[in-house]
């Protein structure tokens, strides 16, 4: 296998990446144990911690689509840079909060914040990243996700031991540390102004193309699809191995450290091995893991059944994932590459949907079925990657007359 060229990439590819590890770290070192801060807490129900906790990708939701099109409209900096110093206080906020509204209040700007910055991220990755190394770009990005998403659920358990308030203040001070290393590296490089006349489209005229792209619309429908299942990882799987097994709970730790750490070791190799592919191709292919994976989680009875299947999903989800964010980066017009990546945050419906519908498959039809009728549901996402990358393919790029026409000075 090749080495990595470090130069082939941007520096603020890299600091980006970075960033991502320490910060995706120490968010994941706090907010998985926000719901134990808040039942330790007086007078905060079970049923305020569901709200306060839902909330957040409520609004990450509702805001990727507003927070992409304001980098299209007002550059990248500006976006990332306020979005990423709110944060920060969101972060601080946390630590001395006492009242279940300013808890609300703050998990929904945590959510708000994280769909203004995460769109305008991606969309600075493919803007200084030439095209064919950004499948490359993205899976390494998705790579950083997961070295934070092992790392900062210990350090939390460590921390969070001497109180729970430092984990939230470490994850503050990182955010800050974060902030200033990209306002220093933008300020540096002068990267392309992505906020010119031509990309200063009003956010009624952006609905209007985002309603237009029909591609984009079955790109969604598919990611939320793939997000049903995939939601069922952290809510019905551990149900579901608790019930057919007496050691399910130590077995779904072991999962958890199974997938993080098989796509930390393999995302790279793999990404490498189909980077000249067609990208609906991965697309498709992760979700035939996908599915294979889940058709495994419904037959499985013991071990290595489980840990077999784990591996598989895992698979689909190092070739899925950071396909998508190469989808949106080919069908979006480049004065709406912002917008498009934070319109694709709509496919979270699905991380809101999927805990719902499988509560209830596994209380009314039981564990194996449940995720058989998931593997069907992931693989029917093919058809909606197929059919959008079809229709991309035969026609003109949405909303460029509109953009000749009506777009803000």
């Not at 840079?81 to 509204?101: D, E, N, R």
């Not at 991606?122 to 996700?145: G, H, N, P």
């Not at 449940?370 to 003109?396: D, E, H, P, T």
């Amino acid at each position: 296998m090749k080495k990595i060229n470090i130069r082939a990439f941007h520096p603020i590819v890299w600091a980006l990446l970075l960033g991502t590890v320490f910060a995706r770290g120490a968010s994941y070192m706090a907010m998985p144990f926000l719901a134990l801060h808040l039942s330790r807490s007086e007078g905060i129900n079970p049923v305020l911690i569901g709200a306060i906790i839902g909330v957040g990708p409520l609004m990450g939701t509702i805001g990727g689509f507003f927070g992409g099109n304001l980098s299209d409209r007002y550059g990248r900096k500006v976006v990332m840079l306020s979005s990423i110093f709110v944060w920060t206080f969101v972060f601080l906020g946390f630590a001395f909060a006492s009242s279940p509204l300013v808890f609300f209040l703050l998990n929904a700007l945590n959510g708000i914040c994280r769909s203004f910055f995460e769109p305008a991220s991606q969309a600075l990755m493919a803007d200084v990243t030439e095209k064919d190394l950004r499948l490359r770009v993205f899976s390494m990005r998705y790579t950083a996700i997961n070295i934070g998403a092992a790392a900062g659920p210990l350090l939390g358990a460590y921390f969070g031991m001497k109180s729970a308030g430092l984990t939230f203040e470490i994850t503050s001070a990182s955010y800050l540390m974060y902030g200033i290393a990209i306002a220093m590296l933008l300020s540096k490089y002068k990267v392309r102004n992505t906020a010119s006349a031509k990309g200063r489209t009003a956010m009624k005229e952006a609905f209007q193309i985002i309603g237009r792209d029909k591609a984009l619309r079955l790109f969604i429908l598919g990611g939320i699809l793939v997000n049903i299942g995939y939601s069922q990882n952290d809510s019905s799987l551990p149900q579901h191995l608790g019930q057919i097994l007496k050691d399910g709970v130590v077995l779904y730790s072991v999962l958890l450290s199974v997938n993080a750490v098989s796509v930390v070791v393999l995302q790279i190799p793999l990404s490498r091995l189909v980077e000249k592919w067609k990208v609906l191709h991965v697309m498709v292919l992760g979700s035939a893991f996908f599915t294979a994976g889940y058709i495994g989680f419904g037959l499985s009875l013991g071990w290595a059944g489980f840990i077999t299947s784990m591996l598989i999903v895992t698979i689909g989800e190092i070739f899925l994932f950071p396909s998508t964010s190469v989808f949106i980066d080919q069908i979006a017009p480049e004065a709406l590459r912002g917008t498009y990546f934070g319109a694709a945050q709509f496919r979270s419906i699905g991380n809101s949907a999927g805990p719902l519908m499988g509560g209830f498959l596994l209380r009314s039809v039981h564990g194996h079925w449940l995720f058989c009728i998931m593997a069907f549901l992931v693989g029917a996402s093919s058809f909606f990657f197929i059919a959008g990358n079809r229709l991309q393919s035969g026609q003109a790029v949405p909303g460029a007359a509109l953009n000749e026409s009506s777009v803000k000075g």
